[in-house]
């Protein structure tokens, strides 16, 4: 659900990238926060545990665009994929506005894409997020290394309420800006209803 602030007449939503470990759902925030002009940013905050090389969460205050004269803010999280991080990924659903699930392409991690998928819809439920009411997009990342799997494997597996999805490289930009703006679209349209 998105805040709302009339004295500075911003509406707040929050966009969660959720996906498994090492799929590629920092590197998705790191090119956006990269390539999106200083003045429409924030600052990128990272909290990294002593463990793991994945980030806790990136939070990156965006504005794209006005509903009824109020402006809107975008902030983007990362979940950590890590299976001990089920806790953190949770709290860091609630609230949210609008969700890119970033899949691992790769065939050995396949597993890993279902459980993670299924993890975000337990959640989901837990919290009392209507999954059929929420803006999705889906991205098959890494679609550049040897032992991916088809795009419609991963459509059927993942994918079979056919939201919005697209293929990526999320470390050299590929797919990553048309993500982010058919999510960013999708929220706002919810907004206007």
Same mark, same amino acid.
């Given at each position: ?12 939503? &929050? ?5 498994? +470990?090492?799929?590629? &759902? ?31 969460? /990136? ?21 950590? +994929? ?10 860091? !659903? ?32 837990? !919290? ?15 679609? /550049?290394?040897?032992? *991916? ?8 597996? !993942? ?11 999320? *470390?050299? +930009?590929? +797919? ?9 679209? !999708? ?7």
């Amino acid at each position: 659900m998105p805040l709302i602030n009339f004295a500075t007449k911003e509406i707040n939503c &929050k966009i969660v990238y959720y996906g498994p +470990g090492l799929s590629g &759902k920092t590197a998705n925030i790191k090119w956006i926060y990269d390539h999106i002009r200083p003045e429409n940013k924030g600052e990128l905050i990272t909290l990294a545990t002593e463990t793991e090389r994945t980030l806790f969460f /990136d939070f990156v205050p965006i504005e794209v665009a006005t509903v009824k004269g109020f402006k809107v803010r975008f902030h983007l999280y990362t979940t950590p +994929g890590q299976i001990i991080y089920k806790i953190s990924r949770k709290l860091i !659903l609630k609230g949210v506005d609008g969700i890119v699930f970033v899949a691992d392409s790769q065939e050995e991690r396949h597993d890993a894409n279902l459980d993670t998928l299924d993890d975000m819809l337990n959640n989901m439920k837990e !919290l009392g997020i209507k999954f059929e009411d929420t803006p999705l997009v889906f991205q098959y990342n890494k679609r /550049d290394l040897p032992n *991916i799997l088809p795009v419609e494997v991963l459509r059927k597996d !993942l994918n079979k309420w056919n939201y919005p999805d697209f293929e990526a490289i999320a *470390i050299r +930009g590929v +797919g990553v800006i048309e993500t982010f703006k058919e999510i960013t679209k !999708l929220v706002v349209q919810k907004l206007k209803k």
